[in-house]
């Protein structure tokens, strides 16, 4: 958990060396084996002055959360105003993530060791869960902008089902060991373009027996029923 702070121009320039320190020292010797000291050392201030502005190495790292997701959110919001379809929202904003976090891939691998909900950094926890949520609205924005038809009982979980689909692409990529990760986009291509047909068959009249059904699994599956 981060100290909390006034957010003067002097502080956020030292939370920001502290936390470009603590990114390069992840990246050379391991999340796990990396100490505050050796961060503290890399960014060359006191380790009691870099506990004043982080107090973890978890603090660090939902640091790099928020700075991501800030920094990455310019660009999706051009994808998502200049794309046109689903498709093409879904292929950018996605390949967008791979190629932003490609230099702490080693440091996302790391990270997933902590999947449990009940860790602070899961992407399912409670102390995540701001950060879900925005990327969440990606999703909602994507679906709702590309006029998706679907029944109302299904359609509302698709932006949650995007992310979760998302999330598992980039747990298969953090562990990929193809060169230049190519089975992580074959898999991306084939599986989002299984999805989209999946998605336009579900349109189908003849379908909608179904609609009720996998509508209330979804209201079971995320405790809403």
Known sequence: MTTEHPLTPKSEATRKRILDAALRVFRERGFDTATMREIAVAAGMSLGAAYYYFDSKDALVMAFYQRSQQEMAPAIDRILTECTTLEQRLRSIIGHKFTYFLPNRALMGALSAHIDPMHPLSPFSAATAPIRERDIAFFQRAVSESKVKLAPSILSYLPRLLWLYQMGLMLFWVYDRSPRQERTAL????????????????????LRPLYRPAGELLKSLYGEA
């Not at 299984?194 to 009249?205: I, R, T, Y």
Request: avoid cysteine; charged fraction near 10%.
């Open 187 to 206: 898999l991306f291509s084939k599986t989002l373009s299984l999805m989209l047909l999946v998605l336009k068959l579900a349109g189908v009249p003849l």
